[in-house]
């Protein structure tokens, strides 16, 4: 299994930004997928996840602004970020079963 992680970059506070996370080697569709994230010096924490139906669920810090979809045929999930705040700067990182990705950096800054 191997996960790839994707869209990371410098956006300003209020800007947006949308990750992917692209899976192979795995049966997909039945899985639920994970966003990690982890600012410099802290731990990881979760983000968000959604299940193999399209179930999302989200983090209190990110509810309304974070968006997660996926498209089971191209075994990617996309976590869709607006509203960005500095607080939001961090290594982002998907998790299917027990494999992680390496991870995308998210900087807010102006």
């Known amino acids: 299994v191997q996960l790839v992680e994707s869209g990371g970059g410098l956006v300003q506070p209020g800007g947006s930004l949308r990750l992917s996370c692209a899976a192979s080697?795995?049966?997909?569709?039945?899985?639920?997928v994970f966003w990690y994230r982890q600012p410099q010096g802290k731990e990881r924490e979760v983000v968000a996840s959604?299940?193999?139906?399209?179930?999302?669920w989200y983090a209190d810090s990110v509810k309304g602004r974070f968006t997660l979809s996926r498209d089971n045929a191209k075994k990617s999930v996309y976590l869709q970020m607006d509203s960005l705040k500095p607080d939001d700067t961090a290594v982002y990182y998907c998790?299917?079963?027990?494999?992680w990705g390496k991870g995308t950096l998210v900087t807010v800054s102006s």
């Open positions: 998790k299917l079963i027990n494999t």
């Open positions: 080697g795995t049966i997909f569709d039945i899985y639920t």
């Open positions: 959604i299940q193999g139906n399209g179930y999302a």
